[in-house]
């Protein structure tokens, strides 16, 4: 398990009611140290493209459908091992390609300060 290496795990409800085209913070940068995304997990209601972002990098596309379902879960046996790892002052962005979408779901991350 890698819970002792950073710090425990927060769980954060994500509901972009009417998430606005381009850029939407999930979560904010974390100033003293990295940010660690352990799991994320959500659904939108109308066909669209959603990119997560790393600060200003891309590390992923979806196409999806209409209640389509992104779910990026913590592994068995990996408790604890993050997905994506970020540096210093970067947050945790969802790009969305169309305006007036309800995104919902959850995110799982930690620090180290």
């Known amino acids: 398990m890698m819970w002792n290496i950073h710090g425990d ?11 606005t085209n381009g850029d939407n913070t999930i ?10 995304v352990h799991a994320l997990s959500f659904t939108v ?14 590390v992923g596309t979806f ?3 209409a209640n ?5 879960a913590d592994n068995p ?6 997905f994506y790892k970020l540096a210093k002052n970067n ?16 995110v799982t991350t930690s620090t180290k300060n």
Request: hydrophobic share 40%; net charge negative; with cysteine.
């Open 45 to 58: 209601d109308l066909a669209c493209t959603v990119q997560i972002k790393l600060g200003s990098t891309v």
């Open 68 to 72: 389509g379902t992104v779910n990026l």
């Open 9 to 19: 795990p927060t769980y954060t409800n994500i509901n972009l009611a009417t998430a």
């Open 27 to 36: 979560v904010s940068a974390n100033t003293a140290g990295e940010l660690f």
């Open 77 to 82: 046996g990996m408790e604890g091992e993050p």
């Open 63 to 65: 196409k999806l459908p």
């Open 91 to 106: 947050a945790l962005i969802l790009n969305v390609s169309t305006t007036g979408i309800t995104l919902t779901g959850t």
